[in-house]
């Protein structure tokens, strides 16, 4: 989810940020710990924006563990991202699922007896994208 949170986030242009924690940090057990006493303002399942790590730069879900173990000096943003929008990130990666390689081109495609198209985006007629599928849903976390 991961990546398409970040897709999203990139989309709307708005990262949901709080206040970045600056200091050294410590990944162990596939987790995110503060090395130099700072406390780690995070609850469990949010999510938080790493940068300034080797092996852990940028988003993951507090509790989920896959962090590689390290020990950077760095900045820790907790994400505040809209449980709502969280649940559109879902959706969202349900229906790229459910649409396959879409990537391409061409809208439509005919050879030898055999022809497929796809849905179109009606403001480009161009394949369609999750962008453009769920534009309007998640145009009310858009920042200018």
Not at 15 to 44: K, N
Not at 119 to 135: H, I, K, S, Y
Request: hydrophobic letters at 40%; aromatic letters at 8%; glycine letters at 12%.
């Amino acid at each position: 989810m991961a990546a398409m949170l970040g897709a999203v986030l990139a989309s709307v242009n708005n990262r949901f940020a709080g206040e970045p924690v600056r200091g050294r940090w410590s990944v162990s057990g596939g987790e995110i710990h503060p090395a130099s006493g700072q406390e780690l303002p995070l609850a469990d399942g949010q999510w938080c924006d790493v940068a300034g790590s080797a092996l852990n730069d940028g988003l993951h879900q507090v509790g989920a563990g896959g962090l590689s173990d390290e020990e950077f000096e760095g900045t820790v943003t907790p994400l505040r991202v809209p449980r709502e929008l969280l649940d559109l990130v879902s959706e969202i990666e349900a229906w790229q699922a459910a649409q396959g390689d879409a990537a391409g081109p061409y809208a439509s495609e005919s050879f030898g007896g055999y022809s497929y198209s796809r849905a179109t985006d009606p403001a480009t007629g161009l394949p369609m994208t999750w962008e453009a599928a769920f534009r309007s849903r998640l145009s009310r976390w858009r920042k200018l």
